[in-house]
Nanobody, 115 residues
Framework: QVHVVESGGGLVQAGGSLRLSCAAS????????MGWHRQAPGKSRQLVAGITSRGRTNYADSVKGRFTISRDNANNTVYLHMNSLKPEDTAVYYC?????????WGQGTQVTVSS
């Protein structure tokens, strides 16, 4: 069984920063990509940022220059550093961890940015 657990969400004022963390544990081997998606109320889930096992990253246009994704391969952990937060960043943020066969989702963590 694989467990994916996010942490670090919360309430922050516009212009502020937050760091999300996601750790994978259990029967998961050969992790390839790790990433973050988000889902705002009434909208579909969308990719925010992803990172491969070799450190190659990609970002949604809306967060480029403000968010940074990083990972700790030794601890199966991925981070999302979010700066200059905007009210439109408000959403539930989900972590996904992929191995050679499938992706595993976390339960999500709420990020709320007040104006």
């Amino acid at each position: 069984q694989v467990h994916v657990v996010e942490s670090g969400g919360g309430l922050v004022q516009a212009g502020g920063s937050l760091r999300l963390s996601c750790a994978a544990s259990g029967s998961i081997f050969d992790i390839t990509a790790m990433g973050w998606h988000r889902q705002a109320p009434g909208k579909s889930r969308q990719l925010v940022a992803g990172i491969t096992s070799r450190g190659r990253t990609n970002y949604a246009d809306s967060v480029k220059g403000r968010f940074t994704i990083s990972r700790d391969n030794a601890n199966n952990t991925v981070y999302l550093h979010m700066n200059s937060l905007k009210p439109e960043d408000t959403a539930v943020y989900y972590c996904i961890v992929e191995d050679l066969e499938r992706g595993y989702w976390g339960q999500g963590t709420q990020v709320t940015v007040s104006s």
